[in-house]
């Protein structure tokens, strides 16, 4: 298998109209091993092709690349740790089923939360706040693991509660110091001057804004309602913005990613049945890594059709960033092309 194979899986998953635009880039701690883009931004008749510069929204990456990152920079200067208590911060997480969870629950998916909220989203972030902490929990807390995204918007509300400082405002002094080249992109939103870049999604149908495209704007319906900065989505990027966290990563550097640090969060839990880290997954065989990474790699996909993996063991990266939600496949379809461009990359 080669870059020649992984090449072909991306290109046949454009012609099967499973997503319309695809980024990839491979690399090393060191550097790039390929960098590529497919297809065009929509499936529409002469519709502009994929570039280096197409921006596309990361959906739940966000929960490893930026809240998650936040939560170790915190815990890198003992101003929060992953053992506190969430009822700590929240006057209305009240309960015996409740008053053990912490940080970790949170991380983890395995605070007891479910995945989304019964009703629509509420119209602020103290509705939010409010209708999560209330809300029933489905299962005692660490006895499994339910992949939650209201749990990553609460733990989102917390790292500001507890920083003092704003989501968007806390990820870019953390990415302040990262090699990034003049053309990469990473953060919250897209500058209005560069929405021509972003690749389009389609509101899905519960979506108020369903109707029209959504170009720069975040394609989640409960991020949307805050503001487009939230701990579960939120995260636009091109492929080689997100090259460079990964490298940042691999590189171990600084203190916030401190060898130390990056294997406590990337370590799966001790949840039965569970495969997540504190905001990472970790490798599985039927994950969607493939087969071929190291038990030591972790990463994580998002709805929209993105992914990151990154084996630190072979000193590997592998992102595909693609806008599935523009009239494109399902999520089985979705999960079937990254598990084959994953493999077709295994002995690279």
């Known amino acids: ?28 701690a060191d550097g790039l091993i390929w960098s590529e883009q497919f297809g065009a931004l929509t499936f529409d008749a002469g519709a502009p092709p994929a570039i280096h510069d197409t921006i596309f929204d990361l959906a739940s990456l966000t929960k490893p690349i930026a ?7 915190l815990a890198s200067r003992r101003t929060l740790a992953v053992t506190a208590k969430v009822a700590d ?24 939360l479910p995945a989304r909220l019964v009703d629509r989203p509420p119209a602020t972030r103290r509705e939010f706040e409010h209708e999560i902490c209330s809300i029933r929990l489905e299962y005692e807390p660490r006895t499994q693991s339910v992949y939650s995204d209201i749990g990553f918007i609460l733990l989102g509300f917390l790292l500001e509660r507890a920083a003092g400082s704003s989501l968007e405002e806390m990820f870019r002094r953390i990415i302040e110091p990262f090699d990034f080249a003049i053309d990469d992109v990473l953060g919250f939103g897209v500058p209005a001057d560069a929405r021509g870049w972003a690749a389009p999604t389609e509101p899905m149908a519960e979506d108020p804004r369903r109707g029209r495209r959504l170009v720069g ?20 990027a091109n492929a080689s913005g997100v090259g ?14 401190a060898p130390d640090l990056v294997a406590a969060f990337t370590t799966k839990s001790t949840v039965p049945g569970s495969s997540r880290a504190l905001g990472w997954d970790t490798m599985l065989p039927t994950s969607s890594c493939g087969t071929r990474m190291s038990t030591r790699a972790f990463g994580h996909v998002g709805f929209t059709g993105t992914s990151l993996w990154i084996d630190p063991e072979r000193d590997r990266y592998f992102v595909l960033l693609t806008n599935r939600v523009c009239g494109g496949g399902t999520l089985d379809d979705m999960r079937a092309v990254r598990r084959a461009f994953h493999d077709a990359l295994g002995d690279l």
């Open 217 to 236: 704007e975040v394609h989640d319906n409960y991020a949307a309602a805050l503001g487009g900065v939230a701990g579960h989505a939120g995260l636009f």
């Open 244 to 257: 460079a966290f990964a490298r940042t990563v691999l590189r171990a550097a600084g203190d916030l990613f």
């Open 67 to 73: 809240t998650t990152s936040i939560t170790m920079a």
């Open 1 to 28: 298998m080669s870059i020649d194979d992984a090449r072909r899986v991306v290109e046949d998953a454009v012609r099967a109209r499973v997503f319309p635009a695809a980024a990839v880039e491979v690399g090393v």
């Open 89 to 112: 911060f929240f006057d209305e997480w009240r309960g015996v089923d409740r008053e053990a969870v912490t940080l970790r629950d949170l991380l983890e998916h395995a605070s007891g």
